[in-house]
């Protein structure tokens, strides 16, 4: 199984020969083998990348991002059907059961809460874990009172700071869009690869928003990349105000840090496909027993 993330921030030519990515750089060659890489960030937009190698990491169905002029992801290669069976699954996916969509929504709130909780516990950050806990305890199904959002906000606040929002142009946010972009793309891969479709979701419905499926199933997994970033950002020595090639290779390497799945550890990166083929499951057959969701594994 494909195990590699690969940034590649400088290159003049990028080539497939004999099943390797051949990465040119000036003088130096650098060679990957292709099997081993699951997710491709290119970073130089002086880069050439022959169409060759474009269409076999989209036959491969690796994930490959292209960041902008202030080092974000700003586009994916998205691949027009992967499986064999894409109209059958397609319909499936249109016919859903209404109370299998509300049940495994109200367990990604849970779980999601649950990983926010322990992310807040691990750093011993304890004062509202009080308030999480209830409002975890008297989560309704379908989150109809909108627990996942209360919390949410209690818990970035605790997390980075009383002055923290969302969205502000700063260092922590500008981490976390980058590790969400590069983990959301994953996840909006494999669900082509299974035969879905990435816009349809079950909680997500913004007609605008090509990936509202990925923004559902990506929820239960985003605590567990922020306290990878929150780890990253504590190890920081030096004032840095935005995103350096240093940084961005030590937030790609966060979807290699492991998780706990099924009572196994994995990759983060390889446990998104083994849950979203579990979730496809339970859709599909209603049946809650293949179900389990991905737990923070602390470090601290």
């Not at 500008?174 to 996840?187: D, E, G, H, P, T």
């Not at 009572?263 to 049946?287: C, M, N, P, S, W």
Request: glycine letters at 4%; proline letters at 3%.
């Amino acid at each position: 199984m494909a195990f590699r993330s690969v940034l590649i921030e400088k290159a003049t030519r990028i080539n497939l020969d004999l099943n390797h990515v051949i990465i040119a750089c000036g003088e130096d060659t650098y060679s990957l083998f292709l099997d081993e890489i699951s997710i491709l960030v290119i970073s130089d937009p002086r880069a050439y990348v022959s169409l060759r190698l474009l269409e076999t990491l989209l036959e491969r169905g690796i994930t490959v991002l292209f960041t902008n002029s202030s080092h974000m992801p700003i586009g994916e290669l998205s691949s027009m059907c992967l499986h064999s069976r894409g109209v059958k699954r397609l319909k499936q996916q249109l016919t859903w059961s209404q109370d299998s969509i509300s049940y495994l929504w109200t367990e990604i709130v849970r779980h999601k809460i649950q990983n926010q909780r322990d992310v807040l516990d691990n750093l011993k950050k304890w004062d509202k874990l009080d308030k999480i806990n209830q409002l975890l305890k008297t989560l309704e199904e379908n989150d109809p009172t909108n627990h996942e959002g209360i919390v949410s906000r209690i818990y970035f606040r605790e997390l980075f700071g009383s002055s923290f929002r969302r969205f502000q142009e700063d260092l922590p946010n500008a981490c976390l869009n980058f590790i969400y972009q590069v983990l959301r793309s994953k996840i909006s891969q494999v669900i082509v690869c299974q035969g879905y479709h990435p816009s349809l979701g079950i909680h997500h419905y913004n007609e605008f928003n090509n990936y509202n499926l990925a923004d559902d199933l990506i929820e239960v997994f985003r605590p567990i990349l922020d306290y990878y970033v929150f780890l990253l950002l504590a190890e920081e020595k030096e004032s840095v105000s935005f995103l350096t090639p240093l940084w961005k290779e030590k937030l790609l390497d966060i979807v290699n840090r492991r998780v706990l799945y099924k009572g196994k550890e994995y990759k983060i990166h390889t446990v998104a496909e083994f849950f979203l083929q579990d979730i496809f499951r339970f859709l599909a057959t209603g049946d809650i027993s293949v179900l389990d969701f991905p737990k923070l594994i602390c470090i601290l």
